[in-house]
């Protein structure tokens, strides 16, 4: 039986699904955001004003989420952080290759 949503229980589990939806939807949003970062530097060759150590600290908070996230078992810290590590890895090569 479900929680009843009058109970304070019943209303934590609905605020929590709330909440991991709305944080769902901003790692989506947010690589989404990224992607022309990716494309900038891999289609035009441009990698000017890009710090490759900026996005290598992102690229290890990303690995360090995706160990807690995994750690955890908990699916909306450690998918997003596989997206985030392709973009990273992404703008890294890109920046060292053409920069």
Do not use: E
């Not at 360090?64 to 995994?70: A, P």
């Amino acid at each position: 039986m479900a929680p009843d949503s009058m109970t304070p229980a019943g209303h934590a589990a609905q605020s929590d699904t709330f909440l991991r939806r709305i944080l769902g939807g901003m790692s989506v949003f947010s690589m989404v955001m990224t992607v022309p970062q990716v494309w900038t530097v891999w289609a035009s060759h441009q990698a000017g004003g890009v710090s490759a150590l900026s996005w290598s600290a992102y690229l290890l908070s990303a690995l360090l989420w995706l160990w807690y996230g995994v750690q955890q078992r908990d699916k909306n810290i450690y998918l997003p952080c596989i997206g985030w590590i392709g973009l990273d890895a992404g703008v890294i090569i890109g920046a060292l290759y053409y920069g």
